[in-house]
């Protein structure tokens, strides 16, 4: 039965015309005030699951269609334009079925960095507003023939509204408009005739059918009588059927695109494709084994995101012979389901949009979605996506492709998506590609981070999708015999214990009046002392939590909306030289104040300082605690447990440390660092903030006094914390100032991220080195009590050290 006849005889729209448009097209009821019925395609790969294959190969079809009628000369000249949110997929095709063109697809998605080119409006849709955003400024700049492309052309006005706004600013002789169906009436192909006449251009019509769509008066009332009697709602149980999702690392080539929404080029292609056979394997491993083997998979891209997710699909399909593997991506378009084969729409899944904005202000909610329009509130019907057709459809396992933007804590939440998927598949896997992201911009939560947005602005580039961790034995054998840096890897990062994390909590809750006291009186010497509108660059990552901090002290004290970004500093190579360039692009340089959690040694305010030698920068560094004497801008010189030393990437936004290796970062790069999404159960980052932020009320008189008291006070760093470092390197026999770890926060780090050879505790010590104590024992390290400290505790990091010295438990050997 053919999947329109439902709407046909009960609501008497009718497709009259070319004998394929049945094949190409259903029908479903629409819930828009604008239109009754929705054209559901067969072959987009949108509300249908389809054979990628399939999908691909209509869209390829019609590109070599267009370089027909262009000829190979201007075919060559000709830029690709396609429409959001559902022809995406389908324009990249056209592009790939002509060839050399690139392609840009209109978003619905702002992106910070990045300046519209243009937009137009798409007068019968939900969602009205398109932008043009590409990267590069001058793609739109040329002569050669714009070839847009959508799925279906009902009227033109888009098309033309399109041609106006692009024709005004770049006036061109030809565009071609391509369609999987042209079902415009007589009049609208008169009215597109006319005005290609009067902008004196050629307007060609491709198309893989052409018709009409007969509507019998009434229509809309009788459309929306027939919504309301027949929508019940979600018309398959509500998920918790299967294990959590499992997450691919698909190893996406760095650097390329996410797809068309800035530009995609040829040269972009063909990386994309030499890449597919190695990311579809990976898929492939994680697919279900055995006598459940995945006899039939779905790769379901979501929203504006269908390109990447088709040519996985594509790749996967070729790679699993006999399996039926299909495709089709998740909407932000309300159907009314009906479950009836004379019917396209037989299922709906509803869930929460999940792709939120990476650009919203201090002042605006940071959960709204990022394509949607502003202000949505959430749980609002425009707040809702959907997936057609999954439920079911009898999958052994469902792929989630998104990218890095709709990687929240919505896609994975109880009524998510993926909460959703699992109770119709019997295994939900996950794959994210990183969102690209205008070259030098900052990156943001949630895409980046779990902050708010307006918390931190990161100068990094996101290396989530790189395996980069090796076992703390081997780095630290690697960083000592001189054959690599520890910024080249990462430590695999430590999951606390149960007992461990009690620690923690207790120690936030004994210290988070003292954390607040202190970050106010850092900030009120820097506002008073450095700029009244500072600059806040924290040292990444240990430094970002009091970034974000002191700019909630400011704001909470004096009204002010500091700027706060991250930067990467890494000891003997510098701080990031493309983020000081950033910084100085757009800031003061004297308004730039850097931010640290803590002083040990020193070894970071030297480096600062040498770094920024010859630059506008003042090399100052500000910190919450200075037990090493040796800044004169902090909040106390007390060496105190700051319970963001205790973990890892749960309390500093899931960010990893940060990454300087060659072959990942160029010379005019951001460092790297990861994202650690799969730890968002452990993550207690904004918690932190919060429980301290909690307790600048009642701190108001002490930050009053302790700020009077640092102004009139000689804070003149005097290094003695150097001279201990010194002292303790010879009189232990280690000879390397930088195997020793002065202070709570760096003995923390060598027990959490390297091979530690003995603990140093000041005797008398107390509740501060508990967590110590604890990490101590865990990993068999001796703690010896000594008197004479000016620290609560050093760290000693194993002295030529050997995979050897480390036992077969993990465990560090005790020194003799």
């Known amino acids: 039965m053919w999947s329109g006849q439902w709407v046909t005889d009960r609501l008497g729209v009718r497709l009259e015309g070319d004998a394929e ?44 269609r267009v370089r027909g009628l262009l000829g190979e000369e201007e075919a060559a000249r000709a830029v690709v334009l396609g429409y959001a949110e559902t022809a995406t997929g389908l324009g990249h095709s056209v592009a790939d079925g002509l060839g050399t063109a690139p392609y840009l697809h209109s978003t619905r998605r702002t992106v910070p960095g990045v300046a519209p080119a243009g937009g137009f409006e798409e007068e019968h849709s939900h969602a009205t507003s398109h932008l043009l955003l590409p990267e590069d400024p001058r793609f739109l700049a040329g002569d050669g023939p714009l070839v847009l492309v959508d799925d279906e052309l009902s009227t033109g006005r888009t098309i033309r509204n399109t041609i106006a706004a692009l024709h005004g600013r770049r006036p061109r002789d030809r565009y071609v408009v391509v369609a999987l169906v042209d079902l415009r009436p007589a009049e609208e192909r008169a009215a597109l005739d006319t005005f290609a006449a009067e902008l004196g251009a050629r307007v060609d019509v491709v198309a893989l059918a052409s018709g009409t769509v007969a509507l019998p008066e009434g229509v809309l009332r009788r459309g929306q009588e027939l919504a309301e009697e027949w929508d019940g709602g979600e018309t398959a149980p509500a998920g918790g059927g299967a294990a959590a999702p499992e997450r691919i690392d698909l190893g996406w080539p760095a650097g390329l695109p996410d797809g068309g929404r800035h530009g995609f080029t040829p040269e972009h292609r063909a990386r994309l494709e030499a890449a597919l056979p190695r990311m579809a394997a990976r898929i492939a491993e994680a697919l279900p084994e055995g006598r459940g083997e995945a006899r039939r998979v779905l790769v379901l891209g979501t929203e504006e995101l269908m390109y990447a997710p088709l040519r996985l699909a594509g790749a996967l399909e070729e790679r699993l012979a006999g399996a039926d593997v299909l495709f089709s991506t998740t909407t932000r378009s309300p159907v009314v389901p009906v479950d009836d084969p004379g019917y396209a729409i037989r299922t709906r899944l509803v869930f929460p949009a999940h792709d939120v904005s990476a650009g919203a202000s201090a002042g605006g909610s940071s959960e709204a979605p990022a394509d949607g329009p502003s202000g949505t509130p959430a749980g609002s019907p425009s707040a809702d996506r959907y997936a057609y057709n999954v439920a079911g459809g009898g999958f052994d396992a469902v792929v989630v492709v998104t990218d890095s933007t709709g990687d929240t804590p919505a896609l ?62 081997e780095r630290e054998e690697a960083i000592q015999n001189g054959g690599a840096h520890y910024a080249e890897s990462l430590p695999v990062e430590y999951q606390p214990s149960e007992r461990y ?6 120690a936030l809750e004994s210290s988070a009046g003292r954390l607040a006291r202190a970050v106010g009186a850092v900030t009120e010497t820097v506002l008073a002392e450095r700029s009244p509108r500072p600059v806040l660059v924290s040292l990444a990552r240990a430094g970002t939590p009091v970034g974000v901090l002191m700019r909630r002290w400011a704001r909470y004290a004096h009204g002010l909306d500091l700027p706060h970004y991250a930067v990467s500093i890494v000891r003997g190579r510098g701080i990031d030289t493309a983020a000081l360039r950033w910084l100085a692009d757009r800031h003061d340089p004297s308004d730039v104040v850097f931010v640290d959690g803590w002083t040990g040694k020193g070894a970071v305010t030297r480096e600062l300082e040498q770094a920024l030698r010859g630059t506008a920068f003042d090399p100052r560094l500000a910190v919450l605690a200075d037990p090493g004497h040796c800044v004169e801008t902090y909040g106390t010189r007390d060496d105190f447990l700051i319970p963001s ?74 290094w003695r914390g150097w001279a201990a470092v010194e002292r303790i390197s010879e009189e232990y026999g280690i000879h390397d100032v930088n195997l020793v770890k002065p202070g709570v926060g760096e003995t923390t780090r060598v027990l959490l991220r390297r091979v530690p050879w003995k603990i140093l505790a000041e005797r008398g010590a107390g509740a501060d080195l508990d967590h110590v104590r604890l990490l101590a024992a865990q990993r068999g390290v001796p703690v010896e009590e000594v008197e004479g400290l000016p620290y609560s505790c050093v760290g000693l990091v194993h002295p030529r050290y050997t995979r050897g010295a480390t036992g077969t438990d993990g465990r560090a050997v005790r020194s003799s």
Not at 649 to 666: E, F, Q
């Open 21 to 64: 448009l049945r094949g190409l097209l259903g029908l479903a009821l629409r819930r828009n005030p604008k239109r009754a019925h929705l054209l559901v395609s067969r072959v987009l790969g949108k509300h249908v699951p389809q054979r990628p294959s399939v999908v691909h190969g209509v869209g390829l079809d019609l590109g070599r």
């Open 412 to 473: 994975h939440a109880p009524g998510g998506l993926l909460d959703r998927l699992a109770a119709h598949t019997r295994k939900v896997l996950l794959a994210v590609i990183p969102s690209h992201r205008a070259p030098g911009e900052p990156l943001r939560g949630p895409a980046f981070s779990s902050y708010a947005p307006e918390d931190v602005g990161w100068l990094l580039q996101d290396l989530s999708s790189v395996a980069l961790e090796a076992p703390i034995e």
């Open 501 to 506: 994390q009690a620690l923690y909590a207790a």
């Open 645 to 718: 030393a205790c973990l890892n990437s749960t309390v500093s936004g899931l960010i990893s440390r940060t990454v300087l290796r060659a072959d990942l970062v160029g010379p005019g790069d951001f460092h790297g660092a990861k994202f650690y999404r799969e730890l968002a159960d452990a993550d207690v980052s904004r918690a932190f903030l919060d429980t301290v932020a909690a307790r600048f009320a009642e701190v108001e008189e002490e930050v009053a006094h302790d700020a009077k008291e640092l102004a009139d006070a000689d804070r003149t760093p005097t």
